[in-house]
């Protein structure tokens, strides 16, 4: 299946929008121990990749998220 992808700071990021429907990754998203599995979910198995590309910023992968949420169009719950 061809994944959607997202230019986000000049850094090309297919990612897989199925996973922010998940309960289980929408709620390890907001753990700080279990977000990196959910990254990755999200980041196709890529995000340790994606973090490096990225200048190794948690302040770009945050941003990097909000963007592919919003692409996705799927609501941020709390």
């Known amino acids: 299946m061809k994944r959607p992808v997202i230019s986000y700071e000049g850094v090309e990021v297919a990612y897989d929008p199925s996973q922010l429907e998940r309960w289980s990754v929408v709620k390890a998203l907001s753990s700080p121990t279990t977000m990196f599995g959910?990254?990755?979910?999200?980041?196709c198995g890529r995000s340790d990749e994606v973090a490096e590309a990225l200048g190794d910023s948690m302040e770009a992968m945050e941003g990097l998220l909000e963007r592919i949420v919003a692409a996705s169009g799927a609501a941020a719950k709390n």
């Open 38 to 43: 959910a990254l990755d979910a999200i980041l």
